[in-house]
Nanobody, 122 residues
Framework: VQLQASGGGLVQAGGSLRVSCAAS????????MGWFRQAPRKEREFVAA????????YYTDSVKGRFTISRDNTKKTVSLQMNSLKPEDTSVYYC????????????????WGQGTQVTVSS
């Protein structure tokens, strides 16, 4: 199984960025997908998740109204559109796959991508 994240970069505060994750080696539409992030010296934290069908989405409070998670089961991709970015959004962003429940807990995710750096300058 491979989850290949892409799309990170450097953006000014208030700007937008889209990160994507391409999956291979798994039956993609059997898996809920999530995005997590981890800043230096901090715990990995939940950002957003989407159910296997795409009908249900969940967000951590700090990104609600600014971030949108979506998936394309035919292309086996999941994306995170990030708008109105803030310096505190600076982190390495990881996509992950969970067989079963759409969870906010990282331990419920079986597969992880390698991460992509998002840096928001003030």
């Amino acid at each position: 199984v491979q989850l290949q994240a892409s799309g990170g970069g450097l953006v000014q505060a208030g700007g937008s960025l889209r990160v994507s994750c391409a999956a291979s080696g798994l039956t993609f539409n059997d898996y809920a997908m999530g995005w997590f992030r981890q800043a230096p010296r901090k715990e990995r934290e939940f950002v957003a998740a989407i159910s296997y069908s795409g009908r249900s989405t969940y967000y951590t409070d700090s990104v609600k109204g600014r971030f949108t998670i979506s998936r394309d089961n035919t292309k086996k991709t999941v994306s995170l559109q990030m708008n109105s970015l803030k310096p505190e959004d600076t982190s390495v962003y990881y996509c992950a796959a969970s067989f079963g429940a759409t969870s906010q807990a990282p331990e419920d995710y079986e597969y992880w991508g390698q991460g992509t750096q998002v840096t928001v300058s003030s």
